[in-house]
């Protein structure tokens, strides 16, 4: 069939179109990168505003890394986004797996939980008041444990569990399995797409903690990235001693939007990197357990 004169009008408008907000999208990313590489000197001659440099630096990098408090706060974040992670992950697996046995009892009473917790929200006063009465303020694992599993994922992994045969349960009861031999070799292998969306969503949240941490975090040396990251990009300082390093900056070694940049571009490109590696899991993950027939 031939093309309309319209339809080509449209389809060219719709690519330019469509094209002008990949570019408005794409462009503070670009801006930020190119920044974050960019000569002290180069900088300072364009007044930062910067699209091609022609001269690249690692300075802002090389000062990040040398920097304890900024070192200290990117390995706080790696533990949450990992074991914070592998732990939401089994938590959520295991809760979803018990549940969609139908010969669990109290089953009913603990699905009305979870979705109450869904449909309810405590609030800021309640997990405060029992993350200190189990006495985990100014503790990484205040970071973790209150936010462990969600209601909604568990919702969304029983479903898929719901749609295992159950004649596999029972062939790996009959070739000797417990339960948990049961989850271990047969639910959790077949379960890898859907680990691999919920497994992307948990890093993201781990990696982004932030309000978190403000209420129960009251050490610099056990912050996280993106608080650090918050402190440079509001109060220009890395660490308590940001008297000290303001003076270096202030010193024309290396100007300080730079190492903004460069420390933007260091909490971002871990999450870039990962999502790659799950992607022919994650649009197959993400759908599993939605609909059933």
Not at 224 to 239: T, Y
Request: one cysteine or more.
């Amino acid at each position: 069939m031939r093309e309309s004169i319209e339809s080509k009008v449209f389809n060219i408008a719709n690519t330019i179109i469509l094209i002008g907000i990949g570019i408005i999208t794409l462009f503070p990313l670009y801006y930020v990168f190119v920044v974050s590489f960019t000569d002290a000197k180069e900088y300072a001659d364009k007044n930062g505003f910067i699209l091609f440099p022609t001269e690249f630096s690692t300075a802002a990098y090389q000062y990040l890394f040398t920097t304890s408090s900024f070192i200290k706060a990117t390995g706080v974040s790696v533990f949450l986004a990992t074991v914070g992670t592998a732990l939401s992950l089994f938590v959520t697996a295991a809760i979803s797996f018990g549940l969609s046995r139908k010969r669990l009892r109290g089953r009913s009473f603990i699905m009305i939980g979870i979705v109450l917790t869904i449909l309810f929200n405590p609030g800021i006063i309640p997990p405060y008041l029992v993350v200190r009465e189990f006495g985990l303020i100014n503790s990484v694992w205040a970071l973790i444990i209150p936010v462990l599993t969600s209601g909604w994922y568990v919702l969304l992994m029983k479903s898929f569990f719901d749609s295992i045969p159950v004649e596999l349960e029972e062939a790996s009861m009959i070739d000797g399995n417990s339960d948990l031999g049961t989850f271990f070799r047969i639910v959790l292998p077949l379960s890898i797409p859907s680990l691999a969306a919920f497994g992307l969503f948990y890093a993201v949240a781990y990696w982004n903690t932030f309000f978190s941490a403000v209420l129960y975090i009251q050490d610099y040396a056990k912050m996280p990235l993106q608080i650090v990251l918050r402190n440079m990009l509001v109060d220009s300082s890395m660490s308590t001693s940001g008297a000290a390093a303001m003076e270096m900056m202030s010193e024309g070694h290396i100007p300080t939007e730079t190492i903004k940049m460069a420390a933007v571009v260091i909490s971002t490109v871990p999450i870039l990197c990962v999502y790659p590696f799950l992607q022919k899991h994650f649009a197959k993950g993400v759908m599993l357990g939605s609909v059933k027939g």
